[in-house]
């Protein structure tokens, strides 16, 4: 499905951008500029399929599928869930050459995209939870838990795509390192419950970049 997103969250990119503040005058200038650039770009979609799960002993399954919910992280995060939907989205290809064109010909305006594409990533991911709770009536959800945070293994990922034919709906795809392209893309599960989910928050120590990261750096969290 193609994204009807039309603006990007600012706060959410100047978080990618490692600011505590406001920027000045000039640099607002830019990522508005940016912004106009990148939503011209990027063709933004997603896809998602809803499955029953089913849970022997501690084996947690997808019905249809014929791999494994491996991790005790993502069976914490399905607990109290009776369905559960995979949500693949994308920026699309566009999206990384309009990037790499930027990296070869302004250092500042390709950072500034990078941060907004992140955070525009991230929008077509809710606006695919929402379109499942469209969909779902009576029903609520967790956040979407992308493979490779926590334990839940990165490997997943490419089983998760053919889950719901990515590939072929949305041209995302998983390398044979586990690099999922386009690079803007995220890959993970939403959980459905018919009762009130306990509410979780993304965890720092749930994600793969931990020790790495920018933001913990600046004594911020990217959500």
Known sequence: ????????????????MGYNGEP???IS???GECEKALLKEARPQFVWRIFELTRVE?????????FTLDGKDIADHLRGCDKAAIIC???????DRFQRRLDVSDSMKALVTDALANALIE???????????????GYTTTFCYGAG?????????QQLIAAVDAVRKIGVCSTATNMLTPQKTIVGIVGLSRGELEIKRKSCEDCTMRHTCKF?????RCN
């Open 58 to 66: 501690n084996i947690l399954t997808l019905n249809g599928c014929d």
């Open 1 to 16: 499905m193609i994204s009807q997103i039309t603006a990007i969250n600012r706060s959410e990119a100047l978080r990618y």
């Open 216 to 220: 913990r750096e600046y004594g911020v």
């Open 89 to 95: 989205a994308t920026l699309s290809a566009d999206m």
């Open 123 to 137: 929008q077509v991911v809710e606006e695919a939870r929402r379109d499942i709770l469209a969909n779902m009536s």
């Open 24 to 26: 000045d005058e000039r």
């Open 29 to 31: 200038a830019q990522i």
């Open 149 to 157: 945070y926590g334990d839940f293994p990165i490997e997943t990922a």
